[in-house]
């Protein structure tokens, strides 16, 4: 038994409007704006410090882990599989990134947003149109996608701060011992930072990274020159040479050359920050070619020497530059696991905004970017899980196998859902979308039974993970419609209760003052308010309900951020008001109320003095069959995550009534 302060928020699809991120620069779009060139550097720059950390730290452990001794299906070290395995990474990255995100998913865009879950809010708003059994059922499998990409938000920071750490090694073999605990004491920082936000760290970013990528493709070259013949894997002759005629080898090899497109996802999923122009400016000028003379370097280097595959990342440079290599690759790598911690505090957030998840306490970072947010449960959950991973598994090579399938799993979703969406939103052609899906499908999931290969080398681990939040999420969804109908019965149809109100039927007291119920719909009467009526015989001389929608959009503008619905009496000082916020937002009622006049509500509402009243349910198992047993337990469970009420909808605390009740599930 718990109890669950809810005022709930009704996830109608419908429109907003309003200034929106413009999906080429990811600024505001107003009348008038244009963008001068100074500012678009200073865009590129901070989505080089941003979105490519994940995928442009790949190259400090791909090659390695394909030609890993102790792989369970190992690659042999042979001149044609080097060219091969080279030419599969670079076309690898061409199709996944540069055609699957770049060209295409990066223009399914929500009003300026990507990520999963913009193609899910587009999903559910045609849920209601045609083929909404399709759209439900691509939604629940793009939650699926989600609950991967939490996944890969616990393995990203583990495998990356280790791959770089574990350079020690290079430079002095007796430093290896400490690569856990060094490892360990980074993680643990960066998380303790969290609170902080991004901010002001964030100007740094782009510089390091810059600089990461300069350094790694100038290390690629000078390994190309020792052994300019690796130039010929650019050729897609040798990728197709290599998974046609030794399949056997380069199926399993799969497995370790999708971590070559680890991050993708942030590419598609930071859009709103940055803009589609500026990211795939970063990615053709800057990241790309590094990444790839990187590749192609360390491909050159254990042509030259097979031992070379112990680390051909780190051997590329002279003894000398190794520990300098080390304390880069270390920072870059942090970066990169900054970005994906970010990223699951922003697939939480909107999930709980859309339904999915309890309301979860976010705290905003940063005065000028709305998408800076803290989320203090999601980073203690990651970073207890990080360190888990890191004890357990204690190498990056042994949590190559679980990375994998989660990024493989997510980029095969994304695509999936991109293709559906693509057919409604621009209503392509069947024949157009059937030729593309089927082509970017059969690579995606060429990678994935690859990794089903890995299962118990721990392709589990990720699958796991995504099982148990999709559980959750699709848990707490369904509960959460439990209790919605259970409290709609027991609150009774709100305007029955005001036209008893204006009856006579139900005698109150008016007393002064501005009273603010919160409730999760405009049909039924909110508990609080009836107890008050019912129990106290009393009610306020101006009564505002308030009902909260999240909107599939990412923001609201102003002017359309509360809407008054009449109730059929205009002087009974009775208002409903529906509070519309993006799910991308956090909701501010008293910030909403003010927006409204005088007239809108039946006379000037005393904001500054106003009581808010909430209803606390109190939450139990009941006999009735609406979910299985251990969904009850579970959904319960679920709700002592849930954040506080007043705090979550800014409600002044000293001003917030509370008043009880209990639902069974």
């Known amino acids: 038994m718990t109890e669950h302060q809810d005022a709930g928020t009704e996830d109608t699809p419908g429109t907003a409007g309003g200034s929106a991120t413009d999906p080429d ?15 678009k550097l200073a865009v590129i720059i901070g989505a080089l410090g941003v979105v490519f950390g994940d995928i442009g730290t790949s190259p400090i452990y791909t090659l390695q882990t394909v030609f890993n001794p102790e792989d369970p299906h190992p690659v042999p070290v042979s001149d044609n599989n080097i060219y091969g395995v080279v030419s599969v990474i670079f ?15 990066m223009r399914a865009d929500n009003d300026g ?18 083929g909404r059994k399709a759209a439900v059922t691509l939604a629940a499998v793009g939650i699926f996608g989600a609950s991967l990409f939490f996944g890969d938000s616990m393995i990203t920071p583990a495998i990356s701060v280790l791959s770089a750490v574990e350079g020690l090694k290079v430079v002095e073999p007796s430093l290896g011992e400490w690569v856990v605990p060094i490892t360990a004491v980074i993680i643990i920082l960066l998380f303790l930072v969290q609170r902080r936000g991004t901010e002001a760290v964030g100007k740094v970013f782009g510089p390091i990274m810059i600089a990461w990528f300069v ?87 254990i042509l030259k020497d097979e031992s070379n595959i112990s680390s051909p990342f780190f051997l590329l440079v002279p003894d000398w530059g190794r520990l300098p290599l080390v304390l880069l690759a270390t920072a870059a790598t942090v970066i990169a696991s900054q970005a994906v911690i970010t990223g699951a505090y922003s697939v939480a957030s909107q999930a709980a905004q859309l339904g999915y998840l309890p309301r979860l306490r976010v705290q905003h970072t940063s005065a000028t970017t709305i998408g800076q947010i803290y989320v203090p449960w999601i980073n203690w ?6 360190l888990t991973l890191i004890f357990a598994f204690r190498s990056s090579a042994a949590l190559a196998y679980a990375f994998g399938m989660a990024v493989t799993g997510t980029i095969t979703i994304m695509t999936l859902l991109f293709f559906y969406v693509a057919r409604h939103r621009w209503n392509i052609p069947r024949w157009l979308i059937g030729i593309g899906a089927t082509l970017l499908l059969s690579v995606d999931l060429l990678f994935v039974g690859a990794n089903l290969t890995k299962l118990v080398h721990g392709a589990w681990l990720p699958l796991l993970i995504a099982l148990t939040a999709f ?9 959460r419609a439990v209790v919605t109908a259970e409290r709609e019965r027991s609150e009774g149809a709100l305007q029955d209760f005001v036209d008893q109100l204006s009856t006579g039927a139900l005698t109150a007291r008016t007393v002064p003052g501005t009273a603010i119920f919160l409730n999760r719909g405009s049909k039924t009467a909110p508990l609080a308010l009836r107890a008050n009526v019912e129990h106290n015989q009393v009610r306020h001389e101006h009564v505002v309900i308030v009902s909260i929608e999240t909107e599939p959009v990412p ?59 909430l209803s606390k349910i109190e939450l139990r198992r009941g006999a009735a069959k609406t979910m299985a047993g251990w969904r009850k337990h579970l959904f319960i469970a679920t709700s002592h995550i849930t954040a506080d009420a007043a705090e979550f909808f800014n409600l002044p605390r000293d001003r917030t009534v509370i008043i009880g009740s209990h639902i069974e599930v």
């Open 381 to 386: 959950l990651l970073l207890v899980s990080v």
């Open 471 to 479: 559980t959750i999420m699709t848990t707490w969804q369904r509960g």
């Open 555 to 613: 923001r609201v503008s102003d002017d359309q951020r509360a809407v008054v619905s009449q109730l059929g009496y205009a002087n009974d000082g009775i208002t409903h008001v529906t509070a519309k916020f993006g799910y991308m937002e956090t909701p501010d009622v008293p910030a909403a109320l003010a927006t409204l006049g005088p007239d809108a509500t039946e006379g000037a509402l005393d904001l500054d003095h106003a009581s808010y009243f």
């Open 91 to 105: 076309w690898s990255v061409m199709i996944i990134v540069t055609v699957t995100y770049i060209l295409l998913a």
């Open 25 to 39: 620069t990811g600024v505001s779009r107003q009348p008038g704006h244009t963008i001068n060139d100074t500012v």
């Open 215 to 301: 350094v790694i493709g100038a290390c690629g070259i000078s390994g190309i020159v020792e052994h300019p013949g690796i130039l010929k894997a650019l050729s897609p002759t040798y990728a197709i040479g290599f998974l046609s005629g030794h399949f056997h080898i380069a199926f399993f090899a799969l497995a370790a050359i999708v971590l070559s497109v680890t991050g993708a996802e942030a590419l598609y999923a930071d859009m709103g920050h940055f803009g589609r122009r500026a990211i795939t400016r970063g990615w053709l000028i800057l990241v790309l070619p590094a990444c790839t003379l990187s590749y192609l370097g360390q491909g050159a280097l």
């Open 113 to 130: 947003e990507g990520g999963i879950m913009a193609l899910i809010t587009q999903l559910r708003r045609w849920s209601g149109q045609r």
